[in-house]
């Protein structure tokens, strides 16, 4: 039983973030590769503005969710469906063909 009366089992949690964790280990790496393979020799800027941009908005936004009091599943989905429109309209306007790319 994932969720008795008494709580919620922390072994369970753990092995849903190491999945998380595992799972971007594989991911993370080889969309960078893929994607600078047109600009090799900018891979390793990329690749280090990557990792410190990761630490920088993981820090920020750990910070803040820090201060975000929730209740219930309720607010924590309507806080994930906010988040999955501002990724939307990002690629949105991302993906807009009247942008052309730098080169």
Do not use: K, W
């Not at 999945?19 to 960078?32: D, E, K, R, S, Y």
């Not at 410190?52 to 803040?64: Q, T």
């Not at 969710?65 to 924590?76: C, K, N, P």
């Amino acid at each position: 039983m994932i969720a008795s009366g008494s709580g919620v089992q922390i072994y369970l949690i753990m092995a849903g973030v190491i999945l998380v964790a595992f799972a971007q280990g594989f991911i993370f790496p080889n969309a960078m590769a893929r994607s600078m393979g047109i600009f090799a020799h900018r891979a390793s800027v990329a690749a280090s503005l990557q990792g410190f941009l990761m630490l920088v908005i993981g820090s920020i936004s750990s910070g803040l969710a820090s201060l975000v009091r929730i209740d219930s599943g309720f607010q924590i989905a309507a806080i994930f469906g906010c988040l999955l429109g501002i990724e939307v309209l990002a690629l949105r306007l991302l993906n807009n063909p009247r942008m052309t790319a730098l080169s």
